[in-house]
């Protein structure tokens, strides 16, 4: 089914208000809603939020919201559908499309695995009813499904929709630039060179793992000393906070990303009122959630560096060219008291062979250890 004859039978269906965190799976209807004017369009910072917003929208208008996320955002999605959303407490009506990242019997990264075999547990657990959409899947098909849809919101009920991978397919071109010229894998590149070697990295999940990746094997022959947070978006800046306030004797990189830093940028605060000494904390930005298609985030106006200081980060920084990474590596190896937050401006974009880790997750966690003398 074409992603856009999808949305064109949401809206006929009373849909007006769609929200959420975009999804691979799903990039062919994100890009669409980002290129059409349907809907009422927010990106959320994470998928609890999404759920915050289609609950208000119904608050004030009586009509049922609509919020897609991937499906390992369920575990976010899951607090205020269950102590808010479900009819035991407020029961208010809500569609949910769900991308079906780690569906059994398809090959997917070991991160979506576990998340895929119980994506539909947990609906199941929630109380929801779903409806799985596959390639075979009609315009009809989604017509009558929302009628059955319809009669759960009348309950006050939530209804889902879990999509598998290929079910939708493009039906627009959405591109889109957002200014900046510096490449991000040169950026980490840069920063792998200039940082000391006896730092320990933690990276966030997506692309900018998978960059420093193949960057430190090109540099140095390994990557013992990169965790990379493969799964758990938005919690890599509190791993490594945890391996920080342990490990006194180490310098500590965080290297995340924009949407990864706005999921759970309560964090920011934290780590600035704990203040580890020995914590340096690298917002990769380029405004977008493109390891999952490339979407903006909907909070592109934010200034991480200026809210880190805020927030009370001994020092912060913005970084809008290459040359200016030599700072990251100058205050590290002095070993400038922390946490310090640099923001770094980067394009969109990377490349069509950039590499997936070889090793299990499991043996990455080993060789990190290792490499502190765990």
Not at 346 to 374: I, T, Y
Request: hydrophobic share 40%; net charge negative; with cysteine.
């Amino acid at each position: 089914m074409l992603a856009s004859d999808f949305l064109d039978i949401l809206k006929e269906n009373g849909i007006d208000v769609v929200t959420g965190v975009p999804d691979s799976t799903l990039k062919s209807l994100c890009d669409e809603i980002n290129a059409g004017d349907r809907f009422k369009h927010y990106v959320a910072a994470n998928e609890g939020a999404a759920v915050g917003v289609a609950m208000g929208t119904y608050l004030g208008t009586g009509k049922p919201a609509c919020v897609y996320m991937q499906n390992s955002g369920e575990g976010n999605a899951i607090n205020p559908l269950a102590s808010l959303a479900n009819k035991e407490v407020y029961g208010i009506p809500m569609l949910l499309l769900i991308g079906w990242r780690g569906e059994p019997g398809v090959h997917d990264e070991p991160q979506h695995v576990y998340q895929g075999q119980i994506t539909c547990e947990l609906m199941d657990l929630m109380g929801i009813k779903y409806s799985v959409v596959d390639r075979d899947y009609t315009t009809g098909d989604l017509d009558r499904i929302l009628k059955v849809a319809k009669g759960e919101f009348e309950k006050g009920n939530q209804f889902a929709l879990i999509i598998k991978k290929d079910a939708l397919t493009k039906s627009c071109d959405f591109k889109w630039d957002n200014g900046f010229r510096m490449v991000r894998e040169e950026a980490l590149g840069k920063i792998l060179k200039v940082l000391p070697r006896d730092v320990k990295i933690i990276s966030t999940t997506g692309k900018i793992s998978r960059e420093l990746y193949d960057q430190s094997n090109a540099l140095f022959g390994n990557h013992d000393n990169l965790f990379m947070t493969v799964g758990g978006m938005g919690h890599a800046s509190m791993i490594a906070f945890g391996v920080a306030t342990n490990r006194a004797d180490l310098k500590i990189v965080c290297v995340d990303g924009d949407g990864a830093a706005l999921m759970h940028m309560g964090s920011m605060a934290f780590l600035a009122d704990n203040a580890p000494k020995n914590f340096y904390h690298i917002v990769i930005n380029n405004n977008a959630h493109e390891s999952v298609g490339g979407m903006p985030t909907g909070c592109m106006n934010v200034d991480f560096a200026a809210v880190a200081k805020t927030l009370g980060y001994k020092k912060t920084v913005k970084i809008t060219s290459l040359d200016e990474i030599d700072v990251i590596g100058k205050d590290v190896s002095d070993a400038l008291e922390g946490p310090i937050l640099y923001e770094v401006m980067v394009s969109l974009g990377a490349r069509a062979d950039l590499s997936r880790p070889k090793e299990s997750a499991a043996d990455n966690k080993k060789s990190f250890m290792r490499n502190m003398n765990v």
